[in-house]
């Protein structure tokens, strides 16, 4: 999604009638959080953008079969550091967005024009397409060489955006906002409906674009500070307007996808493991926490109580390419999502909401910041955070942590033993400096469900960490076990939270 100009005479023609003339006038937050504002007044109206038929027909093939041309890629051929490409509408995505530039001498609208694009085998009939506009767009920047810019972040559909640093291949998502997130009632999915992007100087290596959100009962104004690096890093700062009352908010959305891993291995599949993402890792002002993700058979939900939360998100902890085997994904370089709030977000729950698929083309896996509180109609919540998209540099605890759950019955004597084993293995902190011989224990607890049949602390020799063996009955199937543990030394707690939820066996049979 780029659109842009070339560095001929005629590409630079192309793009100055793209541009649709506007006053000139500055143009920052408070712009877009007065629209927001206006529109919370005004009864919800839907824009579809009116596709062509043909556009709304197209099958998954044809429509990627439509490709942005490079050479119109907007600030090709200038200095400028980045270069926008642009997204064609069609097929999934429908609703077009709005696309501005701003520059010093205020902003202007960005035009369609299909001249952009390969439509490759497509007979489209080009002049029915004049009036459309975009579906989103990408942006590039010389990530990882200087003499070619890579594409690194993606803004297309609702209010998805995707983003990679130095080395890394797409995973996760992040989105603006959610809305009613895993209540029976539905969940309402906003949508970015408008642009605006800041012209980038010679020296940037920052890009500014705002937001306009907006959907039945929502709208919102957004600002993103765009930092590609090892760690592409996203200021974000928001304002949202409720038209009427939501049932619960998601702040700092990430959206990402679990099939299965150590924990819930595949009996058919070659890979050991298949996801974007293994875990939910959440900081407060007295922990930190580990929740392995899991595929459950039916919708499951849980929350952490926090006040002031100081950061959570969906990492990729393990990095080994021989625990995914897949040379074509490559889940090994999938980006970890970091979100670390800015000033105090008051109180409220770090939400997970973990849903069953089949197969790796689905993201089952939501997380977010609820506020207790919510806003009044007509009155604006005002919040920040960074977002950053790690791998070389993932923000992980100053202790110990768990770099993998490994769960299964283990070797047993008796073949009617129904006990289940999980082997949780920690690295790191002070088990780094901890002689062979050190005593390290354990504080597990289980709920009500569950009957401790073993736990023990072993020294992984291969690594130099410690296994946590915990040995448990579950006493009824169709009923979760929730645990918790940890390690300690001379009664300092010297690791993370690992905090576990096991599925209830009943439900549907679709996943591993």
């Known amino acids: 999604m780029k659109l842009g100009w070339s560095s001929s005479i005629t590409g630079c023609a192309m793009l100055f009638a793209a541009l649709i003339a506007m006053p000139a006038q500055a143009f920052d937050f408070k712009d877009v959080s007065e629209r927001a504002r206006a529109l919370a007044e005004k009864p919800y109206e839907k824009s579809d953008g009116d596709l062509p038929k043909e556009l709304q027909d197209l099958s998954y093939d044809q429509y990627r079969d439509i490709r942005f041309k490079s050479n119109k890629a907007m600030w090709r051929g200038t200095k400028l550091p980045f270069e926008l490409q642009f997204f064609h509408p069609g097929l999934y995505y429908t609703q077009t967005v709005k696309i501005n530039l701003v520059t010093p001498k205020g902003s202007r609208a960005l035009r369609f024009n299909p001249d952009f694009f390969d439509y490759g085998k497509n007979t489209l009939d080009k002049n029915k397409l004049r009036d459309i506009s975009f579906a989103g767009f990408r942006i590039h920047y010389p990530l990882n060489k200087k003499d070619y810019k890579d594409e690194f972040l993606v803004f297309q559909g609702a209010s998805y955006l995707r983003g990679v640093g130095k080395g890394q291949h797409y995973g996760l998502a992040a989105r603006g906002l959610a809305v009613d997130t895993g209540l029976i ?257 354990s504080g597990v607890w289980l709920d009500d469900n569950a009957e401790m049949i073993e736990r023990r602390v072993v020294r992984n020799d291969i690594t130099g960490g410690r296994r946590l063996v915990v040995r448990f009955k579950r006493l009824d199937d169709d009923k979760p076990v929730e645990m918790r543990a940890f390690l300690r030394k001379d009664n300092e707690t010297i690791s993370e939270t690992w905090s576990y939820i096991l599925p209830p066996q009943s439900g549907t049979k679709n996943s591993p």
């Open 185 to 441: 009632s539905g969940e309402e999915f906003p949508a970015f409906t408008e642009y605006w992007i800041e012209t980038p100087k010679v020296d940037d290596k920052q890009l500014t674009i705002y937001a306009l959100l907006d959907s039945k009962r929502v709208t919102g104004a957004y600002k993103f500070i765009i930092k590609p690096g090892d760690s592409t890093s996203i200021d974000v700062q928001a304002r949202v307007y409720l038209r009427e009352s939501v049932g619960k908010l998601g702040l700092a959305p990430l959206t990402s996808m679990f099939q299965f891993s150590e924990n819930q291995p595949h009996p058919q599949d070659y890979r050991p493991e298949v996801h974007d993402s293994d875990g939910l890792q959440i900081q407060t002002d007295r922990e930190w926490i580990w929740r392995p993700l899991v595929n459950p058979k039916r919708l499951l939900m849980t929350s952490f109580t926090a006040t002031n939360p100081r950061g959570f998100g969906l990492m990729q902890r393990d990095r080994k390419f021989d625990h995914y085997e897949d040379i074509d994904k490559r889940y090994d370089l999938h980006p970890s999502a970091w979100v670390q709030p800015k000033g105090d977000w008051g109180a409220g729950r770090i939400e997970l909401v973990q849903l069953p698929t089949p197969d790796e083309t689905n993201d089952n896996i939501s997380a977010y910041w609820s506020p207790d509180t919510m806003p009044a109609p007509g009155q604006p919540l005002d919040f920040a955070y960074n977002l950053s998209w790690q791998m070389n540099k993932e923000t992980r605890p100053p202790m110990a942590y768990a770099v993998q759950t490994r769960r299964g019955n283990g070797y047993t004597r008796d073949p009617d033993d129904s006990s289940i084993r999980f082997n949780i293995d920690f690295e790191g902190g002070e088990l780094a400096n901890l002689k062979p011989d050190d005593k390290v224990i």
